[in-house]
Nanobody
Framework: QLQASGGGLVQAGGSLRLSCSAS????????MGWFRQAPGKEREFVAA????????YYADSVKGRFTISRDNAKNTVYLRMNSLEPEDTAVYFC?????????????????WGQGTQVTVSS
């Protein structure tokens, strides 16, 4: 089970850090990803990280502002979000990949957590 937390309401330009904790199973061998879904839009890729943290991938829209990281000892993945914009408003989901290297493709993720709401006011 994946549990995402850390969402909230923040002003434009602000920061948040999302956490995704795994329970019941280890995800240390899985790549992990973050996706988001805004109202009326499809779920979209945000960031991914390989099993050991050596490789990271970002959507162009968040590159340079968001940072994905992981702590395998804590079975937890993080998403640090800086310089937030109203367009970042969405429900954010974490997911565990079937593979050790992450990807932006929804179908490569086998396990999904419930989302956490991020709202950025202008």
């Amino acid at each position: 089970q994946l549990q995402a937390s850390g969402g909230g309401l923040v002003q434009a330009g602000g920061s948040l850090r999302l956490s995704c904790s795994a329970s019941g199973r280890t995800v240390s061998n899985n790549a992990m990803g973050w996706f988001r879904q805004a109202p009326g839009k499809e779920r979209e890729f945000v960031a991914a990280i390989s099993w050991n943290g050596a490789l990271t991938y970002y959507a162009d829209s968040v590159k340079g502002r968001f940072t994905i990281s992981r702590d395998n000892a804590k079975n937890t993945v993080y998403l640090r979000m800086n310089s937030l914009e109203p367009e970042d408003t969405a429900v954010y989901f974490c997911a565990a990949s079937r593979y050790s290297v992450g990807s932006p493709y929804y179908s490569t993720y086998a396990y999904w957590g419930q989302g956490t709401q991020v709202t950025v006011s202008s």
